[in-house]
């Protein structure tokens, strides 16, 4: 009996674990110039937030859609991303609540910030990036110090 419920437990891990790997890559070679475009491209990352709240890889993938969105309406190629950042922001912040070892979502949410115009955010993501994610035998990274060098 104890056989089976390992075998279970394993079958349903390894399930869960090929369907986070199996969310596709956002495609940034591709304009999404209309809104029902856009909401078809983020639909996997939606679904698989609906299936697993935690999931830290379809959070990024969906801050990292709503960043490109924005960029793109930025640029007079996206209309219906008028108020994408916010959306980036949060969703990416998810990311890193879910999986603070993942550098990918600090990247993107350094990015977010620096477009929101808040450098302070942008820099404190950087710190906690480097403080998450940097292996423990490494040597403790500094904080930059201000008025420090180069200033």
Same mark, same amino acid.
């Not at 955010?121 to 490494?138: H, I």
């Given at each position: 009996?104890?056989?089976?419920? &390992?075998?279970?437990?394993?079958?349903?891990? &390894?399930?869960?674990?090929?369907?986070?790997?199996?969310?596709?890559?956002? #495609?940034?070679?591709?304009?999404?110039? /209309?809104?029902?475009?856009?909401?078809?491209?983020?639909?996997?990352?939606?679904?698989?937030?609906?299936? #697993?709240?935690?999931?830290?890889?379809?959070?990024?993938?969906? $801050?990292?859609?709503?960043?490109?969105?924005?960029?793109?309406?930025?640029?007079? $190629?996206?209309?219906?991303?008028? $108020?994408?950042?916010?959306?980036?922001?949060? &969703?990416? /912040?998810?990311?890193?609540?879910?999986?603070?070892?993942?550098?990918?979502?600090?990247?993107?949410?350094?990015?977010?910030?620096?477009?929101? $115009?808040?450098?302070?955010?942008? #820099?404190?993501?950087?710190?906690?990036?480097?403080? #998450?994610?940097?292996?423990?035998?490494? /040597?403790?990274?500094?904080?930059?110090?201000?008025? +420090?060098? +180069?200033?």
């Amino acid at each position: 009996m104890r056989l089976i419920a &390992s075998a279970t437990v394993i079958v349903l891990l &390894s399930a869960a674990l090929a369907a986070a790997q199996a969310l596709p890559v956002f #495609n940034t070679a591709r304009l999404y110039t /209309t809104d029902a475009e856009f909401n078809r491209a983020i639909q996997p990352y939606q679904q698989a937030i609906t299936a #697993n709240a935690r999931n830290a890889r379809a959070h990024y993938w969906l $801050g990292f859609a709503y960043l490109y969105a924005h960029t793109l309406w930025k640029q007079g $190629g996206a209309r219906y991303a008028s $108020g994408f950042l916010p959306k980036a922001i949060e &969703s990416l /912040t998810k990311a890193i609540e879910a999986d603070p070892k993942m550098i990918e979502p600090y990247l993107s949410l350094h990015d977010a910030y620096a477009l929101a $115009g808040d450098e302070e955010k942008a #820099n404190k993501v950087t710190m906690q990036m480097f403080e #998450n994610t940097r292996p423990k035998w490494l /040597t403790p990274f500094p904080a930059p110090q201000p008025g +420090g060098p +180069g200033r």
